[in-house]
């Protein structure tokens, strides 16, 4: 076939698929994804139904929930989803008949956490195949299963299987990877037993046999496996691939490719860096080994990305987690090639799982929110709103204001909009931080939003605006250099780090003062062009202001980087044309140090328009966010600043109307 013929994007991804008994809409699957939205106990609740119907609502085929846990001593997060009772079943049927109002599918993933669970949120004493203890979770040693409690441990999944069909679940997952139970009987790195069970496949086959006598004739069951776990000691690709050999795939529906433990969580979620359909390889063996649809995941967060793998043949469905958390309507965006949220990567949702609270996002402000009552809608022009920044959180707070039917100016004094998001952007970190701010000025042209840059906000300005409230988003700033107090910095080029990234320029070498996010990941960054660089923080770890997830790249290359100094618990006390003095506990001493240095020592609130602001004395107030008001610390923290500020002036509006 010529390119000619082959088939357009949205022609792939609409297609339907059948899988077992069940017929798929398209090729989009949401995949399962914890989300800390149950109540303690494992119950399902208001928020979880209504998160799940919006993906539902959106256009994936199939909804999967989170994984599940099969009995209480499995239970690894503290609101994770439970199966193990009868008193589940009328939440997991609300979510059926949500699911299926939306001509959706409702997916399970059955599991157990076995060794990465902790007794302090599951009650009970971890069980393993093996006394191997999981450090990333806590390193609590497990008990080991007898072979008893192991066939009874089988039996469990099977249970959870039969109340699932008594809920209306249309497709059962078997979760066979990421570190859980199942991965641990597989995995030579967590499995030292002696008996039946040093077989690897031995419990994965018998939880097979459990789930299929329990599934009804018009449900599909599936397992979802890690193509490789992505540490030397654990299962690589091709013993992965030979051990399923001895698994009877056969008897299944299809399979779900990812990838990844707990000792190698970047490779269970991804990071920005790593191209989209990274383990669509690993999927195209299984497709041509077993015949079975294969469904892959793993960072697929553009529909040319997602038709690349379908068209290929290294899958048969796509399965999305990230990108439906960021835009619950994707696919049906995709589907229509319409413009779409963007996920960035950024990992912030798996980090906050990680710390027990309900997750959100850095990038859609309403995930995990859509049980709230939405504002009214206005007639185009009910107030007019000049919103003075167009970095993240003055882009959003125009475009949620005048989606809701305001009419809203934006000027912004650079020549791009942006703000310090822009410079992020060109990290190498961050390369899905673009396509967001393409989105956003796509989305404010789409609702004729004036974007006036190069327009440097003051009182003249002011008074030629004739309008009902000002949104003063004018961010934050790293302190004046002035303010340093740093001995000799007369005679050493000093630049604040943002400064330093707008002026593109590159140094053969530098020291950076400040091992925080955005020292580090400026650090990163220059390092990867050759650089040589100090990192001088007074911090006791690289970016302790980031989570785990986020930096789980960035923080192993630069401590392995031999042209990269790392001084922690260290803060510079003087610098010379060459040298800094750096003052370390009780000690303190000069280093050779050449280059500039640039300073990364957080921010202040950018305010000097405030009172001009006020003086304006618009009818409806004036209404700061973002870094102007405290809250920009992160993306998440400015975008979630821009939905409360819009609320603010929508209420206002309200208000006055009334």
């Known amino acids: 076939m010529t390119s000619a013929q082959a088939p357009d994007v949205q022609t792939l991804l609409r297609a339907s698929l059948q899988v077992g008994p069940l017929r798929l809409r398209n090729r989009f699957v949401a995949a399962p994804m914890e989300r800390n939205y149950c109540t303690e106990d494992g119950s399902v609740t208001d928020q979880y139904v209504a998160y799940l119907a919006a993906r539902a609502a959106g256009g994936a085929a199939l909804v999967h929930t989170e994984a599940g846990y099969v009995r209480a001593d499995g239970k690894g997060r503290p609101r994770q989803l439970a199966l193990d009772d009868d008193r589940y079943l009328p939440g997991l049927r609300a979510l059926s008949d949500a699911i299926h109002h939306h001509g959706a599918y409702l997916g399970m993933e059955l599991n157990h956490g076995g060794r990465t669970t902790q007794q302090a949120v599951s009650g009970h004493r971890p069980v393993a195949p093996s006394p191997v203890p999981c450090a990333v979770t806590g390193g609590e040693v497990p008990e080991e299963l007898d072979a008893p409690g192991i066939r009874a441990l089988a039996r469990a999944y099977g249970t959870a299987a039969r109340r699932c069909r008594k809920a209306g679940v249309d497709v059962l997952t078997i979760h066979a990877g990421h570190g859980y139970l199942i991965h641990q009987f597989l995995s030579k790195a967590t499995n030292h037993r002696t008996d039946e069970f040093a077989d690897p496949t031995l419990f994965l086959r018998l939880v097979i046999e459990a789930v299929l006598g329990e599934a009804g004739p018009d449900q599909a069951v599936g397992l979802r496996i890690s193509a490789h776990e992505g540490h030397d000691q654990g299962l690589s690709a091709e013993e992965t691939f030979e051990l399923m050999k001895a698994v009877p795939l056969e008897r299944l529906h299809f399979l779900d490719v990812s990838a990844g433990s707990y000792e190698a969580g970047e490779w269970i979620v991804q990071p920005g860096e790593w191209k989209p359909g990274i383990l669509a390889p690993y999927a195209a063996r299984y497709r041509a080994a077993y015949g079975l649809p294969v469904g892959v995941a793993g960072r697929i967060n553009t529909p040319e990305a997602?038709?690349?793998?379908?068209?290929?043949?290294?899958?048969?469905?796509?399965?999305?987690?990230?990108?439906?958390?960021?835009?619950?309507?994707?696919?049906?965006?995709?589907?229509?090639?319409?413009?779409?949220?963007?996920?960035?990567a950024c990992n912030l949702c798996i980090d906050e799982l990680h710390q027990g609270r309900p997750i959100g996002c850095s990038v859609n402000a309403m995930a995990g929110r859509e049980h709230l009552p939405r504002a009214p809608q206005y007639r185009r022009g009910a107030a007019r709103v000049l919103v003075v920044g167009a970095g993240p959180t003055g882009l959003e707070t125009a475009r949620l204001l005048a989606d809701r039917g305001h009419s809203v100016e934006v000027v912004e004094s650079a020549r791009r909009v942006g703000g310090a998001f822009r410079l992020a952007a060109g990290l190498q970190q961050h390369p899905d931080y673009r396509p967001l701010l393409q989105w956003m000025e796509g989305e404010l042209a789409r609702l004729q939003v004036l974007v006036s840059t190069s327009t440097p906000a003051d009182e003249n300005l002011l008074t030629t605006r004739d309008v009902d409230a000002i949104v003063l988003a004018t961010g934050a700033r790293g302190p004046g250099l002035a303010d340093l107090r740093l001995a000799g910095s007369e005679h050493r080029q000093v630049v604040d780090v943002h400064d330093w990234l707008e002026s593109g320029r590159d140094t053969e070498h530098c020291v950076i003062w400040g091992a925080d996010r955005d020292g580090v990941a400026t650090a990163d960054h220059m390092a990867a062009t050759g650089t040589r660089i100090i990192l001088v923080g007074h911090q006791d770890s690289l970016a302790p202001d980031v989570g785990r997830r986020a930096k789980i790249l960035t923080v192993p290359r630069l401590e392995e980087n031999p042209h990269v100094r790392i001084l922690l618990n260290t803060s510079p006390t003087a610098v010379d044309e060459h040298r800094i003095k750096v003052r370390s506990a009780a000690t303190e001493r000069w280093i050779n140090a050449p280059g500039p240095l640039i300073v990364s020592r957080g921010v202040v609130p950018v305010l000097a328009l405030l009172d001009a602001c006020r003086q304006r004395a618009p009818h409806l107030g004036v209404f700061t966010a973002g870094g102007a008001d405290g809250h920009g610390d992160s993306l998440r923290q400015c975008l979630a600043s821009a939905a409360r500020t819009a609320e603010a002036v929508h209420t206002a509006v309200h208000r006055h109307q009334a």
Request: net charge positive.
């Open 306 to 344: 997602a038709a690349q793998v379908l068209r290929s043949g290294q899958a048969d469905f796509i399965s999305l987690a990230r990108t439906l958390h960021a835009d619950p309507a994707f696919p049906h965006r995709a589907l229509s090639a319409a413009p779409y949220r963007p996920c960035i």
